[in-house]
C-alpha cells in the first residue's frame, strides 16, 4: 500500500452546517498520491486512534486536500476546534477509490448525509453527463448542493421532513428517476440501509454499481482487522478489510444481509 505520514498546515476552515466542518489542508505528498475515493487518517490530540475522513476532494497542483467531516465523537469534536494557521498530522492515501474511466458515461450518484463529500469528485469528473440525488434529515443538514451545481451535475435534493427538494427517502427518488431516464453506472455512498436499497435497485436493472462502506476502524491500513465486512468470494462469504479492500466495492460483491 502506498501511504505517507504528512504533517501539514490548515489553510481554511468553515462550518457549513450545523456541526459539519469543510477544511482545506496542506499536504503535498499526500494530495500527489491520492485518488477518488480514498480517505485519510488524522491525529487528534490526546487519542490514541486517529479518525477517518474521506476525501472531499484534492489538488496535486497546489498540494491542497480538501475534508468535510461531521461532529460525531470525542475525536471528531476535538477536531473541529482546530483553526486554521493550526498544524494536522495526516496519513494517506489510504484504501481502494472508486473506477472511473468514462466521462462520457450517464452516471448516478446517491448520497445520504455525512457519505456524500466523497461523491463530489465524482460528479466533478462526469460533469454535465451525472445526476447527484443526495438526502439529508432537513434543509438546515444539506451540504455540497452548490459544489455539485458547479461541477455541473444536475442535482436532486430529498429531505426526510420535506424542508426542502423532493419529500422522502433518495432511494424513492433514485427509483423514480430509473424508471424514468435509466443510467449506465451508479456510485454511492451514505448510510448503509440507503446503500442497501441503492444496490438492491441497481442489481435488478443490470447497472454497475459502486459503494463507499463505512465501518469503524482502528489501524486505516489493514492490520487490526476491526472493520471488517462481509463479501462474496469464489467460496461463499467471507470478510473483507474496508479500510484496505475498500473502502468502494462493487455493490454485487457485498453480503448486504450479513
Same mark, same amino acid.
Request: charged share 20%; net charge neutral; with cysteine.
Given at each position: 500500500?502506498?501511504?505517507?505520514?504528512?504533517?501539514?498546515?490548515?489553510?481554511?476552515?468553515?462550518?457549513?452546517?450545523? %456541526?459539519?466542518?469543510?477544511?482545506? $489542508?496542506?499536504?503535498?505528498?499526500? =494530495?500527489?498520491?491520492?485518488?477518488?475515493?480514498?480517505?485519510?487518517?488524522?491525529?487528534? %490530540?490526546?487519542?490514541?486512534?486517529?479518525?477517518?475522513?474521506? #476525501?472531499?476532494?484534492?489538488?496535486?497542483?497546489?498540494?491542497?486536500?480538501?475534508?468535510?467531516?461531521? $461532529?460525531?465523537?470525542?475525536?471528531?469534536?476535538?477536531?473541529?476546534?482546530?483553526?486554521?494557521?493550526?498544524?494536522?498530522?495526516?496519513?494517506?492515501?489510504?484504501?481502494?477509490?472508486?473506477?472511473?474511466?468514462?466521462?462520457?458515461?450517464?452516471?448516478?450518484?446517491?448520497?445520504?448525509?455525512?457519505?456524500?463529500?466523497?461523491? #463530489?469528485?465524482? =460528479?466533478?469528473?462526469?460533469?454535465?453527463?451525472?445526476?447527484?440525488?443526495? %438526502?439529508?434529515?432537513?434543509?438546515?443538514?444539506?451540504?455540497?448542493?452548490?459544489?455539485?451545481? =458547479?461541477?455541473?451535475?444536475?442535482?436532486?435534493?430529498?429531505?426526510?421532513?420535506?424542508?426542502?427538494?423532493?419529500?422522502?427517502?433518495?432511494?424513492?427518488?433514485?427509483?423514480?428517476?430509473?424508471?424514468?431516464?435509466?443510467?449506465?453506472?451508479?456510485?454511492? *455512498?451514505?448510510?448503509?440501509?440507503?446503500?442497501?436499497?441503492?444496490?438492491? #435497485?441497481?442489481?435488478?436493472?443490470?447497472?454497475?454499481?459502486?459503494?463507499? #462502506?463505512?465501518?469503524?476502524?482502528?489501524?486505516?491500513?489493514?492490520?487490526?482487522?476491526? *472493520?471488517? *465486512?462481509?463479501?462474496?468470494?469464489?467460496?461463499?462469504?467471507?470478510?473483507?478489510?474496508? *479500510?484496505?479492500?475498500?473502502?468502494?466495492?462493487?455493490?454485487?460483491?457485498?453480503?448486504?444481509? $450479513?
Amino acid at each position: 500500500m502506498r501511504y505517507t505520514q504528512e504533517t501539514g498546515e490548515i489553510l481554511q476552515k468553515k462550518e457549513i452546517a450545523p %456541526g459539519i466542518y469543510d477544511i482545506t $489542508v496542506n499536504l503535498p505528498k499526500i =494530495a500527489k498520491a491520492a485518488s477518488v475515493g480514498q480517505f485519510v487518517n488524522i491525529y487528534c %490530540g490526546g487519542f490514541t486512534l486517529r479518525r477517518p475522513i474521506s #476525501l472531499c476532494g484534492f489538488d496535486q497542483k497546489l498540494g491542497t486536500v480538501r475534508l468535510v467531516f461531521e $461532529v460525531r465523537g470525542e475525536g471528531t469534536k476535538c477536531l473541529a476546534e482546530y483553526s486554521a494557521g493550526d498544524m494536522l498530522d495526516v496519513v494517506g492515501p489510504l484504501g481502494h477509490g472508486f473506477s472511473m474511466t468514462d466521462s462520457a458515461k450517464k452516471a448516478v450518484i446517491v448520497g445520504g448525509g455525512i457519505g456524500t463529500p466523497p461523491l #463530489l469528485p465524482v =460528479a466533478e469528473f462526469y460533469r454535465q453527463n451525472a445526476v447527484v440525488i443526495t %438526502g439529508f434529515r432537513t434543509a438546515s443538514a444539506a451540504i455540497l448542493q452548490q459544489d455539485f451545481a =458547479a461541477a455541473g451535475a444536475k442535482t436532486i435534493l430529498c429531505t426526510d421532513d420535506g424542508s426542502a427538494g423532493y419529500h422522502g427517502f433518495t432511494t424513492q427518488a433514485f427509483e423514480e428517476y430509473l424508471n424514468e431516464k435509466g443510467c449506465d453506472i451508479i456510485y454511492t *455512498c451514505g448510510p448503509r440501509a440507503m446503500m442497501k436499497g441503492v444496490a438492491k #435497485l441497481a442489481l435488478e436493472r443490470g447497472i454497475d454499481c459502486q459503494v463507499s #462502506l463505512e465501518e469503524r476502524m482502528g489501524c486505516g491500513v489493514g492490520a487490526c482487522m476491526c *472493520c471488517v *465486512c462481509a463479501t462474496k468470494g469464489k467460496k461463499g462469504m467471507q470478510y473483507s478489510r474496508v *479500510c484496505l479492500n475498500g473502502p468502494v466495492f462493487s455493490a454485487s460483491e457485498v453480503d448486504w444481509d $450479513v
